[in-house]
């Protein structure tokens, strides 16, 4: 069964989303921005969400997951929850 490890940002808005993958893209580290700014409880921890298989995150999050290139981060994503960035950090089939 494929597993992969994950890091993400959740936000409220887009706009504040694209500032964030800005902030990222200018050499801003994607832990310390997950730690400020959010709104999830794994920003304590630089967004880390751990290891997860296929089903065990919303759609939304699985499809950007299970595809995109790895270290990359990706987004604005949008979910129930809000606007995500993402950077898968390891994937196994």
């Not at 490890?5 to 902030?23: D, G, M, N, P």
């Not at 298989?53 to 990359?72: I, Y």
């Amino acid at each position: 069964m494929a597993k992969a490890t994950a890091r993400h940002i959740l936000v409220s808005t887009e706009t504040e989303c694209e500032a964030l993958k800005s902030q990222i893209e200018g050499g801003i580290e994607f832990a310390d921005l997950a730690k400020e700014c959010s709104q999830c409880p794994s920003g304590k921890s630089g967004g880390d969400l751990g290891e997860f298989g296929p089903g065990m995150m919303v759609k939304e999050f699985d499809e950007v997951v299970f595809s995109a290139p790895l270290g990359e981060v990706q987004g604005p994503v949008k979910t129930q929850f809000g606007y995500h960035l993402l950077e898968v950090t390891s994937r196994s089939d």
